[in-house]
C-alpha cells in the first residue's frame, strides 16, 4: 500500500512539473505591474535567433545603487524567462582592481567606448559624505556586435531616490531598445533637406550619429521631381535661413499628403550673434521663408518673437560700459532657455531638460480643424515674449527686476500634430517645372508632424580650439558647466514617434510609485529598528521551534 503511495506521489509531481514547464506563466501581485513587461518586449525576445550576453558596469555605492542593481537582475531574469535563446549576464566593477593605476586603466577603456561615468554622493554611517565613480552602464553582446545600454541619467535637479526612480522606470526601454538594433534587419531612410540655408552636416553630426542606431539617414535638396521624397520615413527640415520655392513647397505638402512625416525645426527672426556679443545689443528682425501660408493650413504659427526665461543657461555677456574695455561675466543668459519637457508625452517623459538659442513660441490656428496638438517642450512659469522686430540690449536686462521683466509663463516651443491635414494647394495651381507629377491630394490621411520654434535645438557646437583641428561638441553639452541636456534624445525620441514607432516609446510611460522611507526616523531611530530587525527573527524563531518542542512532547505523552 505504502509502495503505491510513493509511486503515485512521485508520478503527481513528475506530471506537475512538466506541466508547469510546458504550461509557463507568472503572476504579477504588485499595483504597478513593475514585474510586467510589455507584450513586445515578449515577442521580441520570443523570435531571438541567437544568444545574448550582457556585461554590466554598476558597481557598488549606496542603497540607491543597490536597489537598481536589484532591478536590473529581476529585468534580465524576466527577458531570460521569455527569450528562445540563452541570455546571461555578469558585473564587471571597473573600481574593482589591484591598484589605482589598474582601476584608472579601466575607467579608460570604459570611456573610450563612450560609457561615461557619473559620480555619487556616499553617506557613510556617522554622517560623512564622499563621492564614488560609478558607470551606470551595460553592454549586450551578440557573435558580431555590441550594443551600449544606458543604465541611469542624472536629471537636473531630481534627488538621488528619484534617479534611481526613473531609472527603473526606464529600464525595459533601454534594454529593448538595444536587443531590437542587434536583431533589426532593415532600417527605414530619412532625409535632412538642403538647399534652403540649412545647418550643414558639421553642425547636426551629434544628431545624424544618434539617429543613424536607427535609420538610414541621407542629405540632399529637393529637384524638379515631385514624388522623390517617397522613399522616405520622415525627413528633417533643420533651421533653414532663405526662403523656399513654390515647388519645394509643393513637394513638401504632397509628401505630407501622401503619408510622409516632416520635423520642423525653424527659426522666426533673424539677428547677429557677433554685434550682440561685441556691444550686447542687435536687432531682431522677422525671417521670411516663405512657409507662413503652408504651416497655418496645418495648423499652426511660429510667432516672429523671441522668448526669454529665468531658468536658462549661463554664457559669457559683456558687462562693461561702452566707454570701457570688454569685460565678460558668467550670467545667466534669458535668451538661452532651458525648455520644460511634457512628462505626459511618451517623447518627452523622464527627458532632461532641453536647451535653446533665441526660440521663438507657437501658437495655434483654430481649435475646430480636427488636428490634435500636444505640447512637448515649454518654458518655466517665469517668462518673456518680444515680437519682432524689436532690439535685444542686454543692460537693459541686467537692470531690469525679475518680478517685473518675466510676467509670463509655460509659453510652448514644440508641439506634436495629429490630424488629416489640408493642402496648401488645394485651390492653388500646382508649380509647372516639375516632373513625374503623381495624382494631387488635397487632404492627408491622418498624419503627423512635429513643429519647434527653434533650429538650435538640433545644432551641436564645433570647437575649433585646436590649431588646424576640428571638434564635434556632443549635441546638448553645455561646454561651460560639463552639463549634458536631453537635445538629442528629443530628436531621437521626435523621430520615432513620426516614424510610429510609437509601441516602443510608450515603454517609457511606465510610472512606479517610489515608496520611499523617512529619512529622519530612520537617523533619529537607527539603533532600535536595528535591534528589531535582529532580536525579531530570533524571537520568532525560538517560539516556532518551543512550540513545536511542546507540542511534540504533549503529543508523546498522550499516546501512552
Not at 524638379?224 to 528633417?236: E, G, P, Q, R, Y
Not at 562693461?320 to 545667466?332: D, I, R
Amino acid at each position: 500500500m505504502k509502495t503505491k503511495i510513493i509511486i503515485s506521489s512521485l508520478a503527481i509531481i513528475l506530471i506537475a512539473l512538466f506541466a508547469f514547464k510546458i504550461l509557463f506563466f507568472r503572476i504579477d501581485l504588485t499595483e504597478e505591474k513593475r514585474y510586467t513587461i510589455s507584450k513586445n518586449s515578449k515577442e521580441l525576445l520570443k523570435n531571438l535567433q541567437e544568444p545574448l550576453r550582457v556585461n554590466i558596469y554598476l558597481g557598488e555605492a549606496d542603497a540607491n545603487i543597490a536597489k537598481l542593481r536589484t532591478a536590473v537582475n529581476e529585468m534580465l531574469d524576466e527577458f531570460s524567462a521569455y527569450s528562445a535563446k540563452p541570455l546571461s549576464y555578469k558585473y564587471i566593477d571597473p573600481s574593482k582592481a589591484a591598484s589605482d593605476k589598474e582601476r584608472y586603466q579601466n575607467y579608460d577603456r570604459l570611456e573610450a567606448r563612450e560609457l561615461t561615468p557619473m559620480t555619487v554622493s556616499v553617506r557613510d554611517a556617522k554622517g560623512a559624505m564622499s563621492q564614488q565613480i560609478i558607470f551606470a552602464w551595460a553592454e549586450i553582446f551578440t557573435e558580431k556586435d555590441t550594443v551600449p545600454v544606458c543604465l541611469m541619467q542624472p536629471l537636473g535637479k531630481m534627488s538621488g531616490e528619484e534617479n534611481v526612480n526613473s531609472a527603473i522606470e526606464n529600464l525595459e526601454y533601454e534594454f529593448i531598445d538595444a536587443i531590437r538594433l542587434l536583431t533589426k534587419k532593415s532600417f527605414d531612410k530619412i532625409a535632412f533637406l538642403e538647399g534652403h540655408g540649412e545647418l550643414e552636416e558639421i553642425e547636426t553630426y551629434g544628431a545624424q550619429i544618434q539617429l543613424e542606431r536607427y535609420y538610414d539617414v541621407y542629405r540632399g535638396t529637393l529637384g524638379d521631381t515631385a514624388s522623390m521624397l517617397n522613399d522616405f520615413k520622415a525627413v528633417i527640415i533643420a533651421k533653414p535661413t532663405e526662403p523656399f520655392s513654390e515647388s519645394d513647397k509643393f513637394i513638401i505638402d504632397q509628401y505630407i499628403m501622401n503619408g510622409g512625416k516632416v520635423l520642423w525645426l525653424i527659426d522666426a527672426i533673424r539677428l547677429s550673434p557677433e554685434e550682440l556679443a561685441k556691444s550686447g545689443m542687435s536687432p531682431i528682425v522677422p525671417l521670411e521663408l516663405n512657409l507662413t501660408d503652408m504651416l497655418f493650413r496645418y495648423g499652426i504659427r511660429v510667432e516672429p518673437s523671441v522668448v526669454q526665461d529665468m531658468q536658462c543657461i549661463l554664457t559669457p555677456v559683456n558687462v562693461a560700459l561702452p566707454t570701457e574695455p570688454a569685460h565678460f561675466e558668467q550670467v545667466p543668459f534669458p535668451y538661452y532657455p532651458l525648455l520644460m519637457p511634457s512628462p505626459y508625452h511618451s517623447i518627452t517623459k523622464n527627458l532632461m531638460q532641453v536647451k535653446c538659442e533665441f526660440p521663438s513660441y507657437l501658437s495655434q490656428v483654430s481649435d475646430e480643424n480636427g488636428i490634435e496638438m500636444e505640447v512637448l517642450l515649454i518654458t518655466s512659469n517665469a517668462a518673456r515674449v518680444d515680437a519682432a522686430p524689436t532690439n535685444i540690449d542686454l543692460k537693459t536686462m541686467v537692470q531690469s527686476k525679475p518680478e517685473e521683466y518675466f510676467v509670463m509663463q509655460y509659453i510652448p516651443v514644440a508641439v506634436a500634430m495629429e490630424g488629416n491635414f489640408e493642402s496648401v494647394f488645394a485651390h492653388r495651381l500646382p508649380p509647372r517645372n516639375l516632373v513625374d507629377m503623381p495624382p494631387r491630394k488635397d487632404k492627408s490621411a491622418k498624419n503627423r508632424m512635429i513643429v519647434v520654434a527653434d533650429g538650435d535645438i538640433i545644432r551641436n557646437e564645433i570647437d575649433r580650439s585646436k590649431k588646424n583641428t576640428i571638434g564635434i561638441v556632443p549635441l546638448g553639452l553645455d561646454r561651460l558647466t560639463g552639463q549634458t541636456y536631453g537635445n538629442a534624445n528629443f530628436i531621437v525620441n521626435a523621430l520615432q514617434y513620426l516614424t510610429e514607432e510609437t509601441s516602443w516609446l510608450e515603454m517609457r510611460n511606465r510610472a512606479l510609485r517610489p515608496r520611499l522611507l523617512n529619512k529622519l526616523t530612520i537617523t533619529q531611530h537607527r539603533t532600535f529598528w536595528q535591534t528589531i530587525n535582529i532580536v525579531a527573527p530570533l524571537l520568532l524563531l525560538g517560539l516556532f521551534g518551543g512550540g513545536f518542542i511542546f507540542f511534540r512532547k504533549r503529543r508523546n505523552i498522550n499516546n501512552f
